[in-house]
């Protein structure tokens, strides 16, 4: 059984920094995919980073760019994502995912493409 856990959500004022961290246990770690995404209320879930667990090549959305780092650690199983300089816009439910489906979706930052799916973890930026 394949499981997520996600940690190091919390509550920032603009500008401040957090570390996610995604636990996996249960799933074939390496030649695959492992993502975060993130859902605000009233929104869609949308790709922030993947990681080809196999290669190390890494995609970002723009929202990203240039201050969130997505790491993985394959001895631990874990899958990382700091996030510096954060915008109130950032705050939204952060998901650990795994398990793609090439050809499902539109990419890797497309969530339709992933069977596994962690619980989340709140992320809140004030201004």
């Known amino acids: 059984q394949v499981q997520l856990v996600e940690s190091g959500g919390g509550s920032v004022q603009a500008g401040g920094s957090l570390r996610l961290s995604c636990a996996a246990s249960?799933?074939?770690?390496?030649?695959?995919?492992m993502a975060w995404f993130r859902q605000a209320p009233g929104k869609e879930r949308e790709g922030v980073a993947v990681v080809d667990t196999g290669g190390g090549g890494t995609i970002y959305a723009n929202s990203g760019k240039g201050r969130f780092t997505i790491s993985q650690d394959n001895p631990k199983k874990a899958l990382y994502l700091p996030m510096n300089s954060l915008k109130p816009e950032d705050t939204a439910m952060y998901y650990c995912?795994?398990?793609?489906?090439?050809?499902?979706?539109?990419?890797?930052?497309?969530?339709?493409?992933?069977?596994?799916w962690g619980q989340g973890t709140q992320v809140t930026v004030s201004s």
């Open positions: 249960g799933y074939t770690y390496s030649n695959n995919f």
């Open positions: 995912a795994a398990g793609r489906r090439p050809g499902d979706g539109r990419g890797p930052l497309d969530p339709i493409e992933y069977n596994y």
